[in-house]
């Protein structure tokens, strides 16, 4: 089992920035993938951004890409993400999610972090 708890949410302007990190805990020696997914009120779940717990380059979806930087503290059992630039657009409830070996189907999901950006 891994337990995943996120924290770092906020009300935030417009081309402010925020992190959020993502502590797991329980067997995370187990862990695959990490990744970020956020769904705005009325829309599907969608994902941010992944990167593997073992190392190796991390990858950004949508529009996004450029302005989000995740990143892991392997010793911390963290996993971060870095917001910048935010948009009106970018306010919905962010979830870390993990996957564990072998497999890629995301397993453990955290409760979400609300993050609200203003105009």
């Known amino acids: 089992q891994v337990q995943l708890v996120e924290s770092g949410g906020g009300l935030v302007q417009a081309g402010g920035s925020l992190r959020l990190s993502c502590a797991a805990s329980?067997?995370?020696?187990?862990?695959?993938?990490i990744a970020w997914f956020r769904q705005a009120p009325g829309k599907e779940r969608d994902s941010v951004a992944l990167?593997?717990?073992?190392?190796?380059?991390?990858y950004y979806t949508g529009s996004q890409k450029g302005r989000f930087t995740i990143s892991r503290d392997n010793a911390n059992n963290t996993v971060f993400l870095q917001m910048n630039s935010l948009k009106p657009e970018d306010t919905a409830v962010y979830y870390c999610?993990?996957?564990?070996?072998?497999?890629?189907?995301?397993?453990?999901w955290g409760q979400g972090t609300q993050v609200t950006v203003s105009s």
């Open positions: 990167i593997m717990w073992s190392g190796g380059n991390p």
């Open positions: 999610a993990a996957s564990v070996r072998p497999s890629y189907k995301y397993v453990y």
């Open positions: 329980g067997r995370t020696d187990s862990m695959n993938a």
